[in-house]
């Protein structure tokens, strides 16, 4: 399994609903791309302040790599994934990826 984590550097102009659909657009991922597992979303909760500006985020849990390397290519995930781009600060500079295998 790979657990594929994405941390988010949203831009300050989005609001709570703003939030909300970006999460409920990537959430709904789970449904049309086969090898997902779970997604979960959220906040960053941790109490060290060591977040670096990556206050929001998600985990997808893949069954496989070769799963997740679909996932990558997949239409619905390129559309979303220019949305997660076109929310964050910077851009692609707004995003960190981290996958780690289960």
């Known amino acids: 399994m ?3 984590c994405v ?3 949203l831009k300050t102009a989005m609001t709570n609903d703003d939030k909300q659909s970006l999460f409920e657009a990537i959430a709904a991922l789970k ?3 086969p090898g997902i597992l779970d997604i979960k979303y959220g906040p960053n909760v941790s109490p ?3 977040h670096g500006g990556f206050v929001d985020g998600f985990a997808v849990t893949f ?3 070769e799963a997740r390397d679909g996932y990558l290519i997949h239409p619905e995930h390129v559309t979303v994934g220019e949305r997660i781009v076109s ?3 910077g851009g ?3 995003i960190l990826v981290f996958d780690l295998n289960l």
């Open 2 to 4: 790979i657990l594929h």
């Open 7 to 9: 941390f988010l550097r």
């Open 31 to 33: 449904q049309l791309i």
């Open 48 to 50: 060290e302040g060591l």
């Open 63 to 65: 069954e496989s790599a």
């Open 87 to 89: 929310s964050t600060d």
């Open 92 to 94: 692609l500079a707004g």
